[in-house]
């Protein structure tokens, strides 16, 4: 495909809660009146997963979380995954995001094979690709490189974007890097930089520069120091000097380094600190 900058319908920000949903979601089990995620017990909890609806889809998420419930409540996450297959066309239902964020915060194995399992499937539609590739960022899922590199030249930018930060665990050659350094989407030149830096490769050293001067972030920080030589020791330490926001976190990462500057400098920044 041709690469163009344009967003997919109902990206994760524009979930759109009142589509068209199908007329088998009149009614289920799980819109009886009165039933409180809180007061059921983990089982209860669980098998009222799959049947889960607008009205309680939130609130039984959250306690999956909240009670780390992990692979256990796997099973029904898939089920009600599945029970809404052949949705979310024009964008992602609320039941299919909650669904796969909750596998993501899980993050276990089995929460990953299932993630996996739904990337594979040869019918999920364009519209839902970009919360099904969400969740596996979200759990670092390894992906064979020839899955991923379908996805580099998506007409949706976030679906660009999430391929190349997914692809920094299949490491992949240098020429395909430089295919998202080149991007006409900031987000998508932004995250390729971002794993070229944190495979080591050098020439995301003027990307990254320039993103650090615009945006620093803990991301930025971690690919810079991954290329890191004296100038960027330098320029990262002397943010870091001059301002409060990451100075902990770059301390950590400098300290972390084999390097004699870097650790004087992370030295120079901890004292610093402990004069405030």
Aim: charged share 20%.
């Amino acid at each position: 495909m041709t690469k163009r900058s344009i967003a997919p319908p109902n990206v994760p920000e524009q979930w759109d809660l009142f589509g068209e949903r199908g007329s088998e979601y009149g009614g289920t089990a799980s819109e009886e009146p009165g039933i409180d995620p809180q007061a059921l017990d983990d089982q209860e909890l669980i098998e009222l997963v799959p049947k889960a609806n607008l009205s309680n889809i939130h609130a039984l998420c959250s306690q999956i979380t909240a009670r780390n419930l992990k692979d256990a409540a796997v099973p029904g996450l898939v089920a009600l995954w599945c029970r809404f297959k052949g949705f979310g066309i024009a964008g992602a239902l609320p039941e299919q995001r909650l669904a796969l964020q909750t596998l993501g915060e899980i993050g276990t194995p089995v929460a990953k094979a299932a993630i996996s399992k739904i990337l594979a499937a040869h019918d999920l539609p364009d519209s839902l690709l970009p919360i099904a590739l969400q969740a596996a960022t979200t759990v670092t899922l390894s992906l064979p490189l020839g899955q991923i590199t379908r996805w580099l030249e998506h007409d949706f930018p976030i679906v660009r974007a999430l391929a190349f930060t997914l692809i920094q665990t299949a490491n992949p050659p240098v020429h395909i890097l430089e295919t998202g350094l080149t991007d006409p989407d900031t987000s998508v030149r932004r995250a390729a930089l971002v794993t070229t830096g944190n495979l080591g490769h050098h020439i995301a050293k003027p990307g990254l520069l320039a993103e650090f001067s615009k945006n620093p972030t803990g991301q930025i920080v971690r690919a810079l120091l991954a290329i890191a030589d004296e100038e960027i020791i330098v320029r990262v330490g002397r943010f870091a000097e001059e301002n409060q926001s990451l100075q902990g976190f770059i301390v950590s990462e400098l300290t972390s380094m084999d390097d004699l500057k870097a650790t004087k400098i992370a030295q120079r920044i901890k004292n610093q600190m402990t004069q405030r």
